[in-house]
């Protein structure tokens, strides 16, 4: 199934929009489970490009999932607020759990608290793919 792909289902909105949300919620929670740092961002927000250079000059990959290129990106928006309290982007997800926004993260790196997160995640899939079968 691709990533943030449209779902329509039957002809009753309310089930389509129930149906469409679990499935939603269901990539948002793929997305933050397969990668280490995962930022949902929109491409125009100087917040969000702040937070992406800062990986980019820790030189840690990251998934970048641009809300506003998704004709649904608004209600991922308001699963990310359930799922965070805010709706407010960037929402950034580090090994699973949630850090908080661009301000919240460069304060991380600040605390030299930010890389051991990542590394930490990094360590663990590097043990989960050696004892995979």
Known sequence: MPFFSPFRMGNNASAATAISNTAITNQIQDAISDNCVVIFSKSSCSYCKMAKRLFQEMNVNYKAIELDRYENGSQ??????????????????????????????????????????????????????????
Request: a positive charge.
């Open 76 to 133: 991922f928006q308001d699963i990310l607020h359930q799922m965070t309290g805010s709706r407010t982007v960037p929402r950034i997800f580090i090994n699973g759990n949630f850090v908080g926004g661009a301000t919240d993260t460069q304060q991380l790196h600040r605390e030299g608290k930010l890389l051991p997160l990542v590394h930490q995640c990094q360590i663990q899939r590097e043990r989960n793919s050696v004892h995979s079968y």
